[in-house]
């Protein structure tokens, strides 16, 4: 057993506890989650995964069946988001937001208070940006978050479902850091959902099974060709961006992919983390409880 990991999952479970008492308090708990599933299952997000899954049959950086195990595993873990990942990111969202405005007003900065919403919502986005980069490189360099981040990089069969293929728990720590910007700049207005959606549309892409490197603007967002290069087995400190690569650049870990590179193989030598890949029983259900449970088990 790995206590640091249940220890994650008391944090997690605490957060979600003091959202649902505060929303069920207000009685906006049910709309509070139909807000949250329309931002995050929207269907501009449902037509670009499919739209990139049809660009990755015509234009594939590897070539595989439709059916390899890899996308259907990572189809279990889309059903798995649907379900359980979409509820428990939205209350983690209102959680961590109670929590720090609640217990840190001098986090919010009163000098931008006035300041129009065309300008403070995208600096507002970057800023959440800069949140997620960070907790993404702490997901790398803390052991007791990498087990939770692991199972994302054991994808050896890279495709635009891949952006799915996470651990439930891996999300806390960006929702935590992610808020801490949001409550500063924009205590009491809402960030406008359509740019959450798109936010999260360009977060989805870059798992896409396809060569892009966006050309000149693929220095500025992350694009399938740079975020394959983190998913390399033997470099994954580097390209740790989600939108943008700014970050990178900042941390001196950004790796610029060329349109001439061969396509890099992904995954994590020796397989830590039981993959589909190794499993010829091809139960995809049995083999994602095994994946969720592995972050709890005894670790050598
Ligand atoms: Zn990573
Ligand atoms: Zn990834």
Excluded: K
Excluded at 39 to 64: D, G, K, M, S
Excluded at 102 to 114: D, F, K, N, P, T
Excluded at 169 to 183: D, E
């Amino acid at each position: 057993m790995s206590p640091a990991s249940f220890v994650v999952a008391g944090i997690t479970a605490f957060i979600v506890w003091v959202a649902v008492a505060g929303l069920l308090e207000q009685g906006s708990l049910e709309a509070v989650l139909s807000a949250g599933r329309a931002e995050l299952a929207a269907p501009l997000l449902v037509a670009l995964v499919v739209a990139t899954a049809i660009c990755e049959r015509i234009w594939p950086a590897e070539r595989r069946p439709i059916l390899a195990r890899g996308h259907v595993q990572d189809a279990c873990f889309v059903a798995l988001h649907a379900i359980v990942v979409i509820p428990l990111m939205t209350l983690l969202s209102v959680g961590a937001a109670a929590l720090i405005g609640g217990h840190a007003h001098w986090i919010e900065l009163q000098s931008v208070a006035h300041w129009p919403g065309w300008l403070i919502m995208p600096l507002t986005i970057v800023a959440m940006d800069a949140a997620n980069w960070l907790a993404h490189y702490a997901d790398h360099r803390l052991d007791l978050l990498w087990r939770f981040h692991a199972l994302h990089h054991s994808q050896e069969e890279l495709s635009v479902l891949t952006s799915f293929r996470a651990h439930p728990l891996m999300h806390t720590t960006g929702f935590i850091l992610a808020t801490i910007p949001v409550v500063a700049l924009m205590p009491s207005r809402p960030i406008d959902p359509v740019l959450i959606t798109i936010y999260v549309c360009i977060g989805t892409l870059q798992h896409a099974n396809v060569r892009w490197t966006f050309g000149p603007v693929g220095r500025v967002i992350v694009s399938p060709a740079y975020h394959r290069l983190h998913h390399a087995p033997d470099i994954q400190d580097t390209n740790l961006g989600v939108v943008l690569t700014i970050w990178d650049v900042l941390a001196r870990r950004a790796r610029f992919p060329s349109r001439s590179d061969a396509v890099g193989r992904t995954g994590l030598d020796g397989r830590p983390v039981p993959v589909e890949q190794d499993n010829r029983a091809g139960r995809a259900l049995l083999l994602l409880a095994e994946q969720l449970i592995e972050p709890f088990q005894a670790q050598s």
